[in-house]
């Protein structure tokens, strides 16, 4: 089975904060995905990557970096976090284009 | 770019019955198209997917139909049961496309 696993299942931090959350997967795909998951706005993409340090911005990316120097891991990173980045964060992997998207459990993360 | 919109987006049905929840799709490229399950406290998972060179798919109580002229897609429970009961998103996506776009999601209830 494929696993996808997020650092923190909680979060809580102030304004202004820098935050990373982590992601991990175990089955060498290629693709990784950060969504941020609202109510009534679905799953919204903020970035994702197709190989180690590739990147592309997703729809939301305004506020957002993210790394990846190893194939298993992409960090989300919010340089100066702010109350409106209060949300649940789901992070996806996938083997290759079109390919079907797995996806961790989620960080839920409440900026103060 | 892509633009899906879902529907409803609270369900309730009996045990038993029916449910159906549908999606339309902005972009005429698109022809992959998934519908995740999102259970309390998880991530989504895929459930069905169907891919634009077919009309229809069925995977036990699970089917999805998809109409390209029109530029929608369905997701039909029959049967249904209490572990039906979470939140539904559907996505589309292109040729080899490495993003997905979701849908607003749908939050299914079944009473027993």
């Known amino acids: 089975d494929v696993k996808v696993t997020q650092s923190s299942r909680y979060l809580v931090k102030r304004t202004g904060e820098k935050v990373f959350l982590e992601c991990v997967q175990d089955m060498d795909h290629e693709n990784m995905f950060w969504y941020r998951q609202d109510p009534g706005l679905g799953l919204r993409l903020i970035y994702f990557s197709y190989d180690v340090k590739m990147k592309e911005k997703g729809d939301i990316p305004e506020g957002y970096s993210v790394s990846r120097e190893k194939k298993e891991r992409f960090s989300l990173i919010l340089e100066s976090a702010s109350t409106n980045q209060t949300s649940m964060y789901l992070c996806a992997s996938s083997l290759g284009r079109g390919q079907t998207q797995y996806f961790g459990p989620g960080t839920r993360l409440l900026v103060l | 770019g892509e633009n899906v919109e879902q529907h409803p987006s609270t369900l309730s049905v009996q045990e038993g019955d029916s449910a159906v929840i549908k999606c339309t799709y902005s972009?005429?490229?698109?022809?992959?198209f998934p519908w995740y399950k999102q259970e309390l406290g998880k991530g989504p998972q895929l459930i069905i997917d169907i891919r634009s060179n077919v009309g229809e798919k069925k995977d036990q109580r699970i089917a999805v139909t998809l109409n390209k002229t029109a530029k929608h897609f369905s997701l039909h429970i029959t049967e249904t049961q209490p572990e039906d009961s979470a939140v539904y998103f559907c996505?589309?996506?292109?040729?080899?496309?490495?993003?997905?776009?979701f849908g607003q999601g749908t939050r299914l209830t079944i009473n027993p």
């Open positions: 972009d005429s490229a698109s022809n992959y």
């Open positions: 996505a589309a996506g292109g040729q080899g496309a490495q993003k997905l776009v």
